[in-house]
């Protein structure tokens, strides 16, 4: 099978408006499990530039398989024509600690032994990856956000970064996201898990490690991240002769064949279990005290038909945090919506940072 011959992607696909750079953390990064990278890499991109009041920062934080190049995974949204411009904004995406896409991963080589982590790679959480984003924020002279935002994994980011209060957020936009991993999710994410640890091959500590159990992990992840409807309305065979070979076989086959050809088994199960820390409440007296102590206007977006994250979870983030706005989407992809209904993103979005913008001129009107 060429999913187990394939070599690591390239790191990036290089985006013409943008330019892509490496942030080294000159000290050891401490992890909230108590344990240290001794070295930190963070790859970074950005677009446009950072204007002289240095208050136009869009930040995007990424999903689970995603890298720093939001123009590329969130076209639509963000790029030159979109709402999220470079020639009005300082766009920046990070990619995530543990993602192989230029950030430390599994796949480089820890500097204590000289040898590839692997396995050997600590385990991190949601908080981790915030505090990376910060640190890389605090890099670039940025103190001041004018929007955060991300869906999913990208949330739960931007969620603890906002409730950490290290920077100022003026704007915070969660989308498909919740405030804690629940026991569907880390259910979800164990059987992925499973399904590489039941290819042997991901113990060989090899880069393409694990890649038939990867395979299988999209597999089962895709289910959370579709719906019954989209695979009746892109899967539904033409006939009823068929006893086998059918296309949600070979759809999921492929889907799974796909990811390996730019993802790696050990960064994913890593991802996986991060995204299973998460919990917005731990160390702080609760969930609903940790939301309550967000200061930026805030926009939650929930998919009324997402399986992985259901509108449940929106809600409850939207009804917690101050005077946060909820709104709901239709997708006919459920939780993989929020990387494609960008014209109702776009709108939801322009809308209300229109709304904030002119609740700020009403507050300065009445101060003055
Ligand atoms: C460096 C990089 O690679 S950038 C990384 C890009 N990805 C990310 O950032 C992660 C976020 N993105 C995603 O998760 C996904 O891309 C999404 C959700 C946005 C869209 O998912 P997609 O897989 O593109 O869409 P969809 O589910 O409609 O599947 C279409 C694909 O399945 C194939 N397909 C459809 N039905 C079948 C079938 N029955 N059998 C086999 N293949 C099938 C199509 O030919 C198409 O193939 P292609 O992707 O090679 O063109
Ligand atoms: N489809 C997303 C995961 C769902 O949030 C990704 O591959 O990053």
Redesign the pocket.
Known sequence: MHVLTRKL?AI??LNLMSSTAIYHHKKSFNLENGKQLRELRVAYQTYGTLNANKDNVIWAC??????A?VA??WKGLFGDKYLFNPAEHFIICANVLGSH?GTTSPLDTDPVTGNPYYLSFPEFTIRDLAQVHQLLAEHLGISKIKVLIGGSLGGQQAAEWAISNQIEIENLILVACNAYQTPWGIAFNESQRLAISADRSFFSQQPDGGMKGLQAARSIA?LS??TYEAYNA??VESVNEKTGDF??A??Q???GE?LCR?FNAYSYWYLTKAMDSHNVGRGRTSVIDALKSIKSNTLVIGIENDFLFPINEQEFLGKHIPGAEFHSIKSA?GH?GF??ETDILTNMIGTFLKDSVNKKIVKLHKIA
């Open positions: 992607p990036f696909k990424h999903a689970l398989t995603a890298n190049d590329d995974w896409y895709l991240y579709r892109t899967q296309r949600a070979s759809y086959k492929y889907q796909k730019r992809y993989d990387l494609i």
